[in-house]
């Protein structure tokens, strides 16, 4: 059995911080990738950021520049520090994992959700 579990969403100004944070605990082998996904209300889930074990990352276009992913291996943990929040950030964040958690054995999981609100 493999469970995130995520810290640091909350409400915040427009223009100001937030840090996300994701640890992986269970049977794991590895995790690759591990990364945070959000959905707004009465949208679809979209992938904002996320991080292969090598370091290669993707994100979200319109984060680029202003959220940046890192990860700690060695402690199953994933961090997003999100600067210049805005109100198109408000969302639920979750953390995904795709763990080895076996030999060739691979799930997905997710983190249970961690409300980021924007006031302008």
Known sequence: QVQLVESGGGLVQAGESLR?????????????PMGWYRQAPGKQRELVARMFSGGTTNYLDSVKGRFTISRDNAKNTVYLQMNSLNSADRAVFYCNAQVEWGQCQYKGVWGQGNPVTVSS
Do not use: D, K, M, R
Request: neutral net charge; charged residues 0%; contains cysteine.
């Open 20 to 32: 996300l944070s994701c640890a992986a605990s269970g049977s794991i082998f590895s995790i690759n």
